[in-house]
């Protein structure tokens, strides 16, 4: 191979990849992915999506394709249970506010989207491709040198052999739990660390007899021992994903065999003489028995110079509460505008440091909030406070230098977002029947009272000024809404602007003394421009 440039190399073609991908490409960036596997696994991994993680899909129009291709309607798929298997009676597992008191619509246009983590990829893979990003199987990063002016990577061809360079300005790792370039870069990581591990498995088997008609989510199970648990995959019934702990100092993944993985679901189901069959998780492969650890711990750092981690690369965290996947998806889209805004020249290298101080929190946040579910579930008790959910997954807000002057960081349910510094800018119906979300996503944008036509102008004359894209909006005016200034916290002459990821950088409830003298500053504190 000869070197190869790009301007973003991701190394790890899995979900928080895949995300990023598109959300770069999506913004003209050339981005390569390499990924080690022969293809994308089928093993579901994860339930679902959050709100707030099919806004951000929608802005690169997946939206209509994840509704699609979701199953059950969404809302009742991650209903937890527990039991001694999956005949028995169940016991629901009850979260402390994790149950919302009001419809999530009445805060987001999008719904919770039932979508497992193999089928998404599916749709992410394609939409990349679309978008122009190029994405290599086979292809193995075996060593990483950056210097001032950007990163070099060699890889190999796991197919062919050869080796190769890529020249990249900036590199994403997600590259998973233990991921190889946090090691590398030495980026230690906090947090208990390993749980347990488990072994999972995708069966055909028709539980009909067990289940009964009852709606599962997902049941945790003391059978065939404690921490196992079983998941539908599809919504017939006969497919499963089955997993249970195990010690890796007494048993490796090898010593379970389809014969005793098929023996084990029979154990978990409470039903003796099912036939059941195990699937291969690796295209291209038998491999039909995955081992995957259960852990909680955050990254000390999210970036080294022009290396950022993602995803699980960053933090891991156990599933309950379905923030990982979500968590990462929004790690990929918080760190796109920013290398946009970097690599197309209208923001300053400082903006990238944001990443950290912004996603870093969040996913500690979500770290001690899946522990604290995990507690709760698995052994009937939470020894953390459980926030309410909207508060994790919609509620956080961003304390850095992309959003002067906010030091707030304590989430706030999402009923409550009232388009505060650093909270993602609310969702506000119009009268077409779209929602205010519906603006972000490619450039800033500045809301006004309906009184504001001063900050409209000075914002469109300032963004012309310093090259940045920022489009004016008057309330009542420009679009048609009603109760828009006090859902976004301002009076007739204020105004709010929100950044290109849909949070809102800065508010003011009324009118200044100089506009553009006020706007200027906000712009250069965000974009981390000298002048």
Do not use: C
């Not at 190999?156 to 090691?183: F, K, L, M």
């Not at 969702?427 to 450039?443: F, K, M, N, R, V």
């Not at 102008?457 to 809404?481: F, R, S």
Request: aromatic share 6%.
């Amino acid at each position: 191979m000869n070197q190869q440039k790009t301007q973003v190399l991701v190394v790890g073609g899995a979900l928080t990849g895949l995300s990023a991908a598109v959300f770069l490409a999506s913004k003209d960036v050339r981005v390569t992915v390499v990924e080690r596997h022969p293809d994308l696994l089928l093993h579901p991994r994860l339930r679902g999506i959050t709100p707030r993680t099919v806004e951000v899909f929608r802005q690169v129009g997946l939206g209509p394709a994840i509704s699609q291709e979701s199953f059950r309607g969404g809302d009742d798929v991650f209903v937890p249970l527990r039991g001694n298997t999956l005949a028995d009676e169940y016991e629901p597992v009850e979260e402390a506010n994790h149950v919302e008191s009001v419809d999530p619509r009445t805060y987001s246009p999008s719904a919770y989207a039932g979508i497992d983590q193999d089928r998404l990829e599916l749709l992410l893979r394609d939409r990349a491709r679309e978008l122009g990003a190029d994405i290599r199987y086979l292809t193995e990063v075996t060593a990483l040198d950056q210097d001032i002016d950007g990163v070099t990577v060699t890889v190999r061809d796991r197919a062919g052999g050869g080796e190769g360079t890529i020249r990249a300005d900036y590199v994403i790792a997600a590259d998973g739990t233990n991921s190889r370039i946090r090691t590398w870069l030495g980026i230690e990581t906090d947090g208990p660390g390993v749980l347990f591990d488990t072994i999972t498995a995708i069966v055909d088997a028709n539980l009909s007899a067990a289940v009964r008609g009852r709606n599962i989510g997902i049941a945790y199970l003391q059978k065939p021992r404690p921490f196992s648990s079983m998941m539908p995959h599809d919504d017939s019934g006969t497919r499963w994903l089955f997993s249970t702990g195990y010690d890796p100092r007494r048993e490796s993944v090898e010593d379970f065999t389809p014969e005793r993985v098929a023996e084990m679901v029979r154990d978990a189901s409470g039903l003796d003489e099912i036939d059941v069959s195990l699937r291969p998780q690796i295209p291209g492969t038998d491999v039909t028995v995955l081992g995957f650890p259960i852990g909680a711990h955050v990254a000390r750092s999210y970036h080294s110079g022009r290396v950022f981690l993602a995803g699980d690369a960053a933090r891991i965290q156990p599933p309950t509460g379905g923030f990982g996947g979500s968590t990462g998806i929004q790690d990929a889209h918080n760190l796109a505008w920013k290398l946009a805004a970097v690599l197309n020249g209208w923001a300053g290298p400082g903006l990238l440091d944001t990443y950290d101080a912004e996603r870093r929190p969040y996913g500690r946040l979500a770290m001690q909030q899946a522990f604290a579910r995990f507690g709760d579930r698995m052994a009937g008790g939470a020894e953390v406070e459980l926030l309410d959910y909207s508060a994790v997954t919609m509620g956080f807000r961003y304390a850095s230098a992309a959003v002067p002057g906010n030091h707030e960081t304590a989430p706030i349910p999402a009923v409550e977002l009232l388009a505060q510094p650093g909270t993602r800018a609310p969702h506000h119906p119009t009268a077409d029947g779209g929602s205010l979300l519906d603006l972000y996503g490619e450039t800033f944008v500045l809301l006004a009272g309906h009184h504001g036509q001063l900050w409209a102008k000075t914002a469109n004359d300032l963004g012309t000024a310093m090259g940045v894209e920022v489009h004016p909006y008057v309330l009542g005016a420009d679009i048609d809404t009603e109760d828009g200034e006090k859902a976004h916290g301002i009076g007739a002459h204020g105004a709010v602007l929100v950044r290109p990821d849909g949070f809102v950088a800065w508010r003011s409830q009324s009118t200044a003394k100089d506009p553009a003298a006020v706007l200027a500053e906000v712009l250069r504190t965000v974009l981390a421009r000298q002048s």
